[in-house]
């Protein structure tokens, strides 16, 4: 008899802001949010992590709740991206340093 496979849950994450602008040097705050009916872990990967730091690397989301990271220029002006990821869906979020 077939045993029926659990279909992946699909949730949205979603951010607070479409995109950032921060100045070299400069930090802003974003805040995350997702869609889960499970608590999730969101994990922020920044495109070039050695000019644009992500504070947390990752934070664990109840239900349908968000969180707060801090998105930081090192060192270059330039456009980047920051994509924070659950196991059901990711939002990508460009960055753009100036001076």
């Known amino acids: 008899t077939p045993t029926p496979t659990p279909t992946p849950e699909i949730c949205t994450v979603t951010a607070d802001q479409v995109f950032l602008i921060i100045n070299m040097d400069g930090s802003a705050t974003i805040k995350i949010s997702q ?7 969101i994990s922020a990967t920044s495109s070039k992590p050695s000019d644009l730091q992500v504070s947390p690397n990752n934070q664990s989301v109840p239900a349908g709740g968000s969180a707060s990271f801090t998105i930081k220029s090192k060192k270059s002006t330039g456009i980047y991206s920051v994509t924070f990821s659950t196991g059901c869906g990711s939002k990508t979020i460009p960055v753009t340093v100036i001076l």
């Not at 869609?35 to 872990?41: K, Y």
């Open 35 to 41: 869609s889960s009916s499970s608590s999730q872990t």
